[in-house]
């Protein structure tokens, strides 16, 4: 997506996703198995409409968090549209250990017409992670105050603030769903750089804190991912 409407999908950067280890949080977090997350998102705001007469308009999405042979957890936010005509894509992941949440990496790349960028960083800073990984977290360490976290995007790292937003009925592929409402924002400190993308998200109320819906917003378009209807929580 031409460095706009893709950032916005993926920040798309959801970039990947950000958090930090919570205070208080239980240590030996571990997933049991792999999970795959399947969504479609569109382009949103007047904005986006218009860039969307340009570039594609929807697409899919993947939310992946897989356990890797040495231990590591693998988050990755894969974004595609059918739309594209060369195989373009954004990928936003980071690698974390799932028993402390520590970070140890992050990467972002894309292909879009024949243009490619590709970043990848160690990350020695504790609690800096990707969207991927900071969902993950919240979903298996969920709190009602808001937290103070950092958040990788294309290889920089901003100071946020996740706010917890209360219960909400959200309706997914014609289905009312009951679910918990998350905000990451950017804050204001005066010897830093300040995020200026917004990232809300959705999870259900069942076991598996299942993300339905995830929302990130730019400056010029906003990008709805929503889980779709044969992945649905009930």
Same mark, same amino acid.
């Given at each position: 997506m031409s460095p706009y409407p893709r950032k916005l999908v993926a920040a798309a950067g959801l970039t990947c996703l950000l958090l930090l280890l919570w205070p208080g949080s239980r240590a030996g977090a571990q997933q049991s198995e792999d999970e795959d997350f399947h969504y479609h998102w569109r382009l949103g705001n007047v904005v986006g409409t218009i860039l969307g007469l340009f570039f594609p308009q929807q697409g899919d999405g993947e939310l992946a968090f897989k356990l890797q042979k040495d231990g590591h957890l693998r988050g990755e936010l894969l974004i595609t549209s059918p739309q594209s005509k060369q195989g373009e894509y954004w990928r936003y992941g980071s690698e974390i250990d799932p028993r402390t949440l520590q970070p140890i990496r992050a990467w972002s790349s894309f292909f879009w017409r024949g243009r490619s960028k590709s970043t990848s960083d160690e990350i020695e800073q504790k609690g800096v992670f990707d969207i991927s990984c900071a969902i993950y977290t919240i979903r298996h360490e969920p709190f009602q105050k808001p937290r103070e976290m950092e958040i990788w995007s294309d290889g920089k790292i901003y100071p946020v603030t996740v706010l917890p937003m209360g219960d909400e009925v959200r309706t997914i592929s014609n289905r009312k769903i009951e679910t918990r409402h998350y905000a990451i924002r950017g804050r204001?400190?005066?010897? =830093? !750089?300040?995020?200026?993308?917004k990232v809300d998200f959705w999870l259900a109320k069942d076991q598996a804190a299942t993300p339905v819906?995830?929302?990130?917003? !730019? =400056?010029l378009a906003d990008v709805t991912l929503e889980l779709r209807p044969n992945a649905t929580a009930g």
């Open positions: 204001d400190l005066p010897e =830093r !750089r300040k995020w200026t993308a819906e995830i929302q990130i917003s !730019r =400056r």
